[in-house]
Nanobody
Framework: QVQLVESGGGSVQAGDSLKLSCVAS????????MAWFRQAPGEDREFVAAISRSGGSTNYADSVKGRFTISRDNAKNTVYLQMNSLKPEDTAVYFC?????????????????WGQGTQVTVSS
């Protein structure tokens, strides 16, 4: 089993930056594709970004391209999401997810392991 714990969320102003971290325990994640999803109140969970096992392949939602960057440090068993130029519409709970059977999937059902989420609130 893999346990995922997110951190780094908070309340910021529009235009600010935040860096989320997702630390894995229980097993190493170097065989896992990892992703970030988010869910705003009353909305479905939506894909944000994904990264392949080696970090050589990434996917981004159109809404965050050019502003967010996903990265990973397999030695630290950690995945990051650098979020720049934040907008009020980025407000959501952000979830880390991982799975060994995908490459850099964009669909929530492709991931079996999930963290509890961290709240990001962006005010205008």
């Amino acid at each position: 089993q893999v346990q995922l714990v997110e951190s780094g969320g908070g309340s910021v102003q529009a235009g600010d930056s935040l860096k989320l971290s997702c630390v894995a325990s229980g097993r190493t994640i170097n065989s896992f594709a990892m992703a970030w999803f988010r869910q705003a109140p009353g909305e479905d969970r939506e894909f944000v970004a994904a990264i392949s096992r080696s970090g050589g392949s990434t996917n981004y939602a159109d809404s965050v391209k050019g502003r967010f960057t996903i990265s990973r440090d397999n030695a630290k068993n950690t995945v990051y999401l650098q979020m720049n130029s934040l907008k009020p519409e980025d407000t959501a709970v952000y979830f880390c997810a991982g799975d060994s059977s995908v490459i850099a999937g964009t669909r929530a059902y492709e991931y079996n392991y999930w963290g509890q989420g961290t709240q990001v609130t962006v005010s205008s």
